[in-house]
């Protein structure tokens, strides 16, 4: 017998115990959405997708089948799919007060630990005292603006690197990505090149993630007794796997977070988030706690994820040169050539700034979002949503829809702008960073990093195809699985625009001087 069928035996007894409850309790409801009909006891358990699948191409064969709300239960869970953009803004946000809570999730929350951030962190009276201070501090243009020289700063270094080893380009984007996130978390400075130990732990981290979280990749989650059994019994691997995971987190949480009081100490701290924080707080241990995972929120919600955009957009540009042109020629025309553009430009270039929503909409980076959960019963379109029930909004296919966009496959920026006859189409940012109470509190900092990124890159580079036998190479359009997407590796060819696009580059380097690195002073700590 396999250990996967050992494990669904034992899981038989509580799921028959569950099911007995229900049908026992003779309440008299509406019926759920429609779904396929489930096997004894473990329900649809064999019909979550593999982890090597691309998520939302599976879902929504639901859409297909059943219609743009569906449900499914798994071994005595509810999970309810919401294959329309509307349909989960009317659930999600319109009745966040039911539906805005977190499943507890076994394996990745509880035995890893990452249920301590806020993605993550159940709704309630803690979720709200750390998303009310995040949010002051981020949560909005003005609070957010205060990073923008940090971020200014590290997008003039990756265009440096860039200019320098065009061919370690995904190299680059994550250490540009993770030194902006550790500065303006905790006024770290990472190392300027090779490696950083700590841009190597978050990295790996986030690797860790996006694995751990993907729904389906743990039986665990579904059948929550099982972390109990002995580490002999067959299929338990997963708990071995857990605590060096948890370990890792831990010292990822503390080590820097050991390092921000260590400067704020020494009166050497540079404006960082966790120095913000502890200002705000009264010093307690609740409020370092807030602190200390406010700030890891800010990683595990931005590191990924922007690394994810950031290279869909030059994949996005090596497959549309037309694209990067016509967004050349208005960076030129308000800009000119003789500086780089910066966030105060921002409003100025509507083009650049369309290519930012259509990165975001293209290939969503959380293709299937963050699922809810219901804290309350609810009717909705006719159906019951029992309390627990998990919601699961498709976003992939949000920024697919054939309602919303035309031709939704392909990457048109024009569709964002209003023009003659043209009402521009729906603005990805009503979905894409999460719904109601679980909206992404970073996503102003995550915007303008991309904004930034996106407007100085084309402003000095040329992105282009590689050539083989004489004819140029259009990249595929891979997608990886979990929890955040990335496209499969791909080749391009980055150049300077012209002799005076690669002096402009290069003068950055006297304009933001390389720093020392803080990895020393990070090695010394204690924590």
């Known amino acids: 017998m396999s250990s996967l069928s050992i494990i669904i035996s034992l899981g038989v007894g509580l799921a028959f115990i569950y099911v007995a409850r229900r049908l026992l309790s003779g309440a008299r409801h509406p019926p759920l959405p429609p779904g396929p009909r489930g096997l004894p006891f473990i329900g649809n358990l064999m019909y979550m997708p593999k982890p090597d699948a691309f998520e939302p191409y599976h879902w929504l064969k639901h859409k297909e089948r059943y219609g743009p709300i569906s449900s499914m239960n798994v071994a005595g869970n509810t999970i309810i799919m919401l294959n329309d953009t509307r349909l989960a803004i009317e659930l999600l946000e319109k009745r966040a007060a039911k539906h805005s809570s977190r499943p507890r999730l076994i394996f990745v929350g509880e035995m890893i630990g990452w249920g301590s951030t806020l993605g993550l962190m159940p709704y ?42 065009p061919e370690e380009l995904v190299t680059y984007i994550r250490k540009e990505t993770g030194s902006m996130i550790l500065k303006v978390a905790y006024g770290y400075t990472a190392e300027s090149h090779g490696n950083d130990i700590l841009n190597d732990m978050v990295s790996d981290a986030m690797d860790v993630f996006s694995l751990a979280a993907a729904p389906g990749t743990f039986v665990v989650d579904f059948m929550p007794f099982l972390r109990y059994l002995p580490d002999w019994f067959p299929g338990t691997g997963f708990k071995k796997l857990a605590r060096k995971w948890r370990s890792e987190l831990l010292a990822t949480i503390e080590k820097p977070y050991a390092f921000a009081r260590h400067q704020m100490a020494h009166g050497m701290d540079s404006r960082s988030f966790v120095s913000a924080m502890t200002e705000e707080g009264e010093g307690s241990p609740e409020d370092q706690h807030i602190a200390k995972w406010a ?50 430009d921002r409003a100025k270039l509507p083009y650049v700034e369309a290519i930012v929503k259509e990165v975001l909409r293209w290939h969503p980076v959380v293709p299937m979002g963050f699922a809810h959960e219901s804290t309350e019963d609810d009717i909705f379109e006719g159906y019951f949503i029992p309390k627990g029930s998990i919601l699961r909004p498709n976003i992939w296919y949000f920024g697919h829809d054939p309602k919303d966009y035309h031709d939704p496959l392909e990457f048109k920026p024009e569709r964002f702008l209003a023009t003659d006859g043209h009402e521009p189409e729906l603005d990805p ?48 359009v891979i997608l990886t699985p979990g929890t955040v997407c990335h496209p499969a590796p791909y080749k391009n060819v980055i150049t300077p625009r012209s002799p005076l696009h690669e002096k402009l580059i290069r003068s950055i380097e006297d304009t933001y001087p390389w720093e020392e690195s803080d990895s020393k002073t990070l090695g010394s700590i204690s924590y």
């Open 295 to 344: 700030a890891a929120s800010l990683y595990s919600a931005g590191a990924d994820s922007t690394v994810s955009a950031v290279s869909f957009f030059f994949l996005a540009m090596t497959i549309h040169p037309k694209v990067q042109r016509v967004a050349q020629e208005e960076i030129d025309r308000v800009v000119g050539q003789g500086r780089l553009p910066t966030t105060a």
């Open 429 to 476: 940012g009503s979905w894409v960073f999460g719904f109601g109470r679980r909206v992404c509190p970073g996503r102003f900092l995550a915007e303008n990093t991309l904004y930034l990124t996106i407007a100085q890159t084309l402003a000095v580079f040329n992105i282009g195809r590689v050539k083989e036998n004489g004819q140029e190479v259009v990249p595929a």
């Open 124 to 165: 309630g009276d803690k979720y709200r005292r750390y998303r009310k201070r995040a949010a002051r501090l981020i949560g909005n243009t003005t609070a957010s603006a205060r990073y923008v020289d940090v971020q200014e700063v590290e997008v003039g270094h990756f265009l440096l690197h860039l200019l320098e080893s």
